[in-house]
């Protein structure tokens, strides 16, 4: 199958797709904020796989996959990629196995969620994550926001 799209034009829709900070992974850190779970580091770089979310103390790493780019079986149907697509989605999920082997090799829990699960159901994400938290010893517990003050009644 040919690409409706010229060299430059494929290359400008590629390069327009984040890696990093994407709304789900932004979501999911608000929500997670809002459930008192802090302390977190993005992205680190020091760890396989480099983790969207890593609680270092409490050695929980959090990714939010793309259903698309790690072959989500609702979303990707490798019968109908070309060839190229099923062997780049396969090299992507051969390396999630091989971060999550090393994660756990060095002591992490790994929670793996879809970015689509993360914008269907945030609260089912957020429990998965404080599950896991609250396993590796984290005290915390889930609390409520706190009420928005505005400068017009604050200086009531």
Known sequence: MTDHLSPAGRSRVMASIRAVNTRPELALRAALRQAGATGYRIHLRSLPGRPDIAFTRWRVAVFVDGV????????????????????????????????????AAQGWRVVRVWD???????????????????????????????????????TR
């Not at 999920?93 to 994660?103: F, G, I, P, W």
């Not at 159901?121 to 429990?127: A, P």
């Open 68 to 103: 698309f780019w790690h072959g989500h079986p609702d979303h990707f149907r490798p019968e109908t990629a070309s060839e190229y697509w099923r062997q780049k989605i396969a090299r992507n999920q051969e390396r999630d196995r091989m971060a999550d082997e090393a994660l």
């Open 116 to 154: 689509i699960d993360v914008k269907q159901s945030l609260t089912t994400v957020v429990d998965r994550v404080l599950v896991e938290l609250r396993t590796a010893g984290w005290p915390g517990e889930r609390r409520t926001a706190s009420p928005v003050v505005s400068a017009a009644t604050a």
